[in-house]
């Protein structure tokens, strides 16, 4: 059995009966001159890698660059396609289409698991995402908007069968995105109620059979939104249904017996929360035979009843799109999962990419290039500096006479090229990548971009110890802390190794005569 893929078989006693950026298009189109600046811009972008070859670096993820078109792997290739009826999960994506960092063999990334679902038939599989897609969606948050189109846009195209989302991304849909129903995938809410539902083009149940040589499994899945902090945004009180209740009463509603084990229905609960008692209540009725969530860990996990009687299967997803969790059926088992597979499915960083999705990621990244988010005053939230403190970037501290050695010593560093990197691959506009490659950018005297604030751009002196302004006015008045942390960017994701060879990392910044005392 290939590396890539664990497989976990389950024995039971026989116990229980999809065109992207449409908002900006729409606006360039009311006019002869949106027209004209909307071919402007597709040009441009074109010009510039947005809509390049899938195998052009500067069109894709940041870890593209690294691996060559012809040298990506088909997963087909890899992985022994699970067999029977295939039922598919993903979720807490923590809003990344793709891989964020600086290294290699960083699995995820929306556009690499296109021929991993194709080792299914799409009659024999179910594929369901538990959500949620994007995290701390607030109102003026435009990215987050755009990146929620994106992921909709790109499951759609993924054929996936239905995805539950939060209370609050529901709500972002509401007010903010002109996703088409026939765009995306089913969108499944079972505790939201019927006058809403109708608002969202939304289902409170999806049914599917799946085919195998001629046997037939009947699905039949819920999805159970989490409120979250509900009071905070726009849909009025009384629309949101505790997801018991919910579960409860369509069960009802469809003449399934809630005391009874479900017999001929496989009965799946797709939940976008973390509550304990929610989950609970769930995996303990009757008619339902399995539940899917989320956790914090990386990888999808079950958790298996010793004996089925009423206690449900409880799957979670993973993180970060990182795997797929895939449960294979065997036929004959029916909805009893007297046997079965699980298979935690990696999506590893040199499978091919599918085109299609890539140029979702593209043109999400384009309207991220249009609204000028970092540079825009207006459209980030920024934090004030203390006692009136500001970014004077790094060529003061070498010009002063003071620290000219060490300035030149950094020029030599990776840091201070970091933001041609993100040029290069075409994110110098993505106020996620670019606040880890330039100075301040969340600071109201920060970074805005390379015209106006050039300065700025890398990982500079300011960076590490803070802004300068004070320092130059007051040379006696020594840093004592870090600014910030390494680890604030260089994390588990974006920078595997970074805790394990700490110590490497900073023998490549070494510019310094004493002690990093403060550097913990």
């Known amino acids: ?142 990215q987050r908007l755009f990146k929620l189109e994106a992921f909709l846009y790109s499951l ?40 809403a539902l109708m608002e969202f083009e939304g289902i409170s149940y999806l049914q599917k059979t799946l085919e195998v040589d001629g046997e037939f499994l009947d699905c039949l899945v819920l999805g159970v939104m989490d409120a979250g902090d509900a009071d905070e945004f726009t849909l009025e009180d009384g629309t949101l249904e505790p997801p018991g209740q919910a579960v409860e009463r369509v069960l009802y509603e469809l003449g399934l017996e809630l005391s009874e084990l479900s017999l001929d229905t496989l009965v799946i609960v797709t939940y976008s929360g973390l509550d304990e008692e929610v989950l609970d209540e769930l995996r303990w009725m009757p008619a339902v035979d399995m539940v899917v969530t989320h956790d914090y860990a990386d990888e999808p996990e079950i958790s298996t009843p010793v004996r089925r009687e009423y206690e449900a299967v ?71 500096l203390a006692d009136g403190n500001y970014f004077v970037g ?14 030149e010593t950094w020029q030599e560093f990776s840091h201070a090229r970091a933001m041609p990197t993100l040029i290069d691959i075409n994110r110098d506009m993505d106020p996620e990548c670019v606040a880890c490659h330039v100075v301040g950018m969340e600071y109201v005297t920060g970074y805005r971009s390379m015209e106006s604030t050039p300065d700025l751009a890398g990982v500079g002196c300011e960076m590490c110890h803070g802004p300068g302004l004070n320092h130059v006015l007051d040379v006696l008045a020594p840093y004592n802390k870090a600014f910030t942390s390494c680890e604030q960017c260089h994390t588990h994701e974006t920078s595997p190794s970074f805790e394990p060879e700490r110590e490497e990392y900073f023998e490549q910044i070494n510019h310094w005569s004493g002690p990093r005392k403060w550097w913990w």
């Open 394 to 407: 790094s060529s003061t501290c070498g010009q002063s006479g003071c620290h000219q050695e060490i300035y």
């Open 156 to 195: 759609g195209e993924l054929d996936y069968d239905a995805i539950t989302l939060t209370y609050s991304e529901m709500d972002a849909m509401q007010w903010e995105l002109g996703v088409a129903s026939t765009d995306r995938p089913e969108l499944l809410a079972t505790n939201l109620d019927e006058f």
């Open 314 to 384: 409880v799957v979670t997803t993973g993180h970060m799109g990182k795997y797929i969790a895939a449960i294979s059926i065997p036929p004959g088992s029916g909805t009893q999962l007297d046997e079965f597979e699980f298979l935690p499915i990696a999506v590893e960083d040199d499978y091919v990419r599918d085109p299609a999705v890539v140029r979702y990621i593209d043109d999400y990244q384009l309207q991220l290039a249009v609204e000028d988010l970092i540079a825009d005053e207006s459209k980030l939230r920024r934090a004030g």
């Open 1 to 142: 059995m290939n590396v890539k893929q664990r497989r976990t078989t389950y024995g039971f006693r026989r116990g229980r009966g999809a065109g992207a950026l449409r908002g900006i298009a729409c606006i360039c189109s009311i006019t002869a001159f949106g027209a004209m600046l909307w071919v402007f811009l597709s040009a441009a972008w074109g010009a510039a890698g947005g809509y390049g070859d899938p195998g052009d670096s500067r069109s894709n993820s940041p870890m593209a660059h690294t691996i060559a078109d012809e040298d990506r792997i088909d997963p087909a290739d890899e992985i022994d396609p699970p067999q029977g009826f295939v039922l598919m999960f993903t979720g807490n994506w923590l809003a990344h289409l793709e891989p964020c960092g600086c290294s290699d063999r960083q699995l995820g990334g929306i556009d690499r698991r296109t021929r991993i679902f194709d080792l299914v038939a799409p009659n024999r599989r179910l594929l369901l995402d538990a959500g949620p897609l994007i995290v701390g969606w607030e109102n003026g948050s435009l």
